[in-house]
């Protein structure tokens, strides 16, 4: 497998540490409101890199953050007039509902900032102690200067860097580009603990390089996240971890790229946004996953209704290729026929193309136009039947590549209900008397309510479709 490695912007073989524990960390969200969409990106694409990982036979350690200690969560706790950890809870609550409707599959290990304050602190005192941190009237920060690699990542040149273009002007500090790492208390009601330089709280930075050292470990395979983190976040984790630690902070950098509204980057300063919460109303949440995955994540990808009804429907290809199976292995019977066999052996091809596609730095757009592929292969052998045996081992390889990609994982629909039943049985019954009109008037009546009645040699098969 290749990735691009953001540090040295060129892909390269995915050699892990230690190939018995690949170690993933991955930037999680700042727990303070429903994340949106463009939030979202990086939390479908990493946890389907991490599913592939697993699928090519490595053991993933996987941990993602919830930063619960920031300034928007204080602002929001202000705003609500609740405490900001009753914020944090909340929202880390929101979190699972729609990492849940988008087929996220929980981290290994989800850190919260405020669980970890004790290991920051240490973090810091290390800094400090190195000479790589000073502290002033109860503040720290980072020497920038100090670490001879900063911006080895973005590619800044630290002398091009403008004072109070991304970085904050203080008097405090002793150069404009140093930056926080621990944040004295302004006042009484802000959250804070005990520290050896008085009350406050962790900026912001230094919260990932501690989390990822105290659960990963000092050198992580793949740091993850997106685009927008790598400068001065993910630059500013670099020089605090290699500072503090003496070794090389990640082997490989992933990145991907925005969500796009109108060709503008969707952000929550630009307004111009929309939340997973909002998005589920009108369209389910493995059609926004599926819509992420549709093209390769380091381009980016501009949302609009007219992209989502063709991933909606894209999708539908999938599922009805599943049900049809799911429908001839309860109505089937015997062993695969010699032509069957030759069909599914004929499925290692796709298998391969999908492998190749996801072999090449994660290509997920190329890797659903191999499942398309098998689908159509599936549907002409299947459509005039198929062996019980068949139709089972067609939907196994089916699934093995769409659940890499979290896809066909949602929950069933509630079976069909007593009055569809009895409306089939009556027109099954108007059938065997040759009252075709009124079998044809029952079906019309089904489809009104979206149901499709398709008949074949293993009987009626019903249909529930969107409406």
């Not at 599913?51 to 993933?60: A, P």
């Amino acid at each position: 497998m290749k990735v691009y490695n953001s540090l040295t912007r060129q892909k390269e073989e995915f050699i892990p540490n230690n190939p018995d524990e690949v170690k993933v960390y991955v930037c999680g969200p700042t727990v303070y409101n429903f994340f949106h969409l463009g939030n979202a990106r990086p939390f479908v694409v990493f946890d389907t890199l991490r599913r592939y990982l697993k699928y090519i036979g490595y053991n993933v350690n996987f941990v993602q953050n919830f930063t619960d200690v920031d300034d928007k969560i204080i602002n929001r706790a202000k705003e609500e007039g609740i405490s900001a950890p009753e914020v944090s809870e909340k929202y880390i609550k929101e979190y699972f509902d729609d990492a849940k409707a988008l087929n996220i599959v929980p981290a290994d290990t989800h850190p919260r900032v405020s669980e970890n304050i004790q290991q920051i602190i240490e973090f810091v005192e290390t800094l400090i102690e190195k000479g790589y941190a000073y502290e002033v009237d109860g503040d720290v920060y980072y020497s920038t200067r100090k670490f001879k690699d900063y911006g080895k990542l973005s590619k800044q040149n630290i002398e091009e860097l403008e004072a109070g273009a991304r970085i904050a002007v203080e008097e405090k500090k002793k150069d404009p580009l140093d930056f926080a790492l621990w944040k004295a208390r302004k006042e009484e009601s802000e959250i804070a603990w005990e520290s050896p330089w008085g009350m406050g709280r962790p900026g912001w930075h230094i919260e990932c390089s501690a989390m990822s050292r105290r659960y990963l470990g000092p050198t992580l395979d793949i740091h993850a996240g997106g685009q927008d983190l790598q400068f001065p976040h993910h630059e500013n984790e670099i020089a605090q971890s290699e500072a503090c630690n003496g070794v090389p902070f990640a082997k490989y950098w992933m990145h991907n790229a925005y969500i796009t509204i109108d060709k503008e980057k969707m952000s929550k300063s630009l307004g111009n946004f929309f939340t997973v919460r909002e998005i589920r109303e009108k369209y389910k949440g493995e059609v926004i996953r599926y819509f992420l995955l549709s093209g390769h994540y380091r381009s980016p990808i501009d949302f609009n209704d007219n992209l989502m009804e063709m991933s909606k429907a894209s999708l539908a290809r999938f599922e009805n290729a599943r049900k049809n199976l799911e429908f001839l292995i309860e109505k089937g019977e015997g062993q695969m026929t010699d032509d069957e066999k030759k069909v599914f052996e004929s499925y290692d091809s796709y298998r391969a193309k999908f492998k190749e596609a996801m072999d090449d730095d994660l290509n997920t757009a190329d890797a659903i136009s191999a499942i398309f592929e098998l689908v159509t292969a599936i549907n002409q052998a299947v459509k005039d039947g198929a062996s019980k045996e068949f139709a089972q081992k067609s939907l196994d390889t089916l699934l093995e590549l769409t659940h890499v990609l979290g896809l066909l994982e949602a929950e069933e629909d509630a079976d069909v209900d007593d009055e569809i039943k009895k409306l089939v049985d009556e027109r099954e019954a108007a059938r065997a008397a040759k009252d075709f009109a009124k079998a044809d008037q029952i079906r019309d009546e089904l489809k009104a309510k979206g149901i499709t009645l398709k008949d074949t040699p293993q009987g009626v098969q019903i249909i529930k479709e969107e409406v």
